[in-house]
């Protein structure tokens, strides 16, 4: 219950560092194992299902990428229509802002870039993406990790008015890197 169910619970509200998912490995690990250092069956094939001749064993690495996954699935809901509110949460409004702190050199407006909806990607490892909080992050590497990006089958037309007309997602590179853009 409390490495399956507890740990989960708050992972699910606040995230979990590398640190602690790495020590309650650890403890599972002890726990079936009995202390002893080398284990005759890797941990691997103990998580697989009993019936495929596992124990069924929590991957507490797995379990977290799953709930940052759907913690990335609230941040893309970007659905808004004109007689229904955004279904998106206030914290991807806020997600957004901190983000866009770290927008490219040369981006003078301070309009909101979100980032899936625009063609540039802010850092999820370096100096400048030390910056974010762990959480905003965390979404990020597993964004990448996953290859995700915005691919809708059908934009309504108030998506496509939300889209930026600079940085636009679908401009080949370098497009406004000219001169003449300053002054548009």
């Not at 979404?139 to 290859?147: A, D, P, V």
Request: hydrophobic residues 40%; aromatic residues 8%; charged residues 20%.
């Amino acid at each position: 219950m409390v490495v399956g169910g507890m740990t989960q619970f708050l992972t699910k509200a606040q995230g979990m560092p590398k640190s602690i998912e790495n020590a309650i490995t650890k403890i599972i690990r002890n726990f079936i194992w009995d202390g002893k250092t080398t284990s005759p069956i890797s941990m691997g094939q103990l998580e697989h299902p009993i019936a495929e001749g596992g124990l069924g064993l929590l991957n507490v690495k797995v379990r977290n990428e799953a709930i940052d996954i759907t913690w990335l699935q609230a941040y893309m809901d970007i659905v808004t229509t004109v007689h229904i509110t955004a279904r998106r949460p206030t914290w991807a409004f806020v997600a957004d802002t901190i983000i866009n702190t770290l927008k490219p050199e040369g981006i003078t407006n301070n309009t909101d870039l979100r980032t899936f909806l625009s063609s540039w990607n802010p850092p999820a490892k370096g100096k400048r993406a030390n910056k974010l909080p762990y959480m905003i992050t965390n979404m990020l590497k597993i964004t990448r990790k996953h290859h995700v990006s915005f691919a809708p089958l059908k934009i309504s037309e108030n998506l496509k008015d939300q889209l930026p007309a600079w940085l636009h997602m679908g401009a080949p590179p370098r497009t406004y890197h000219k001169t003449k853009n300053n002054c548009l």
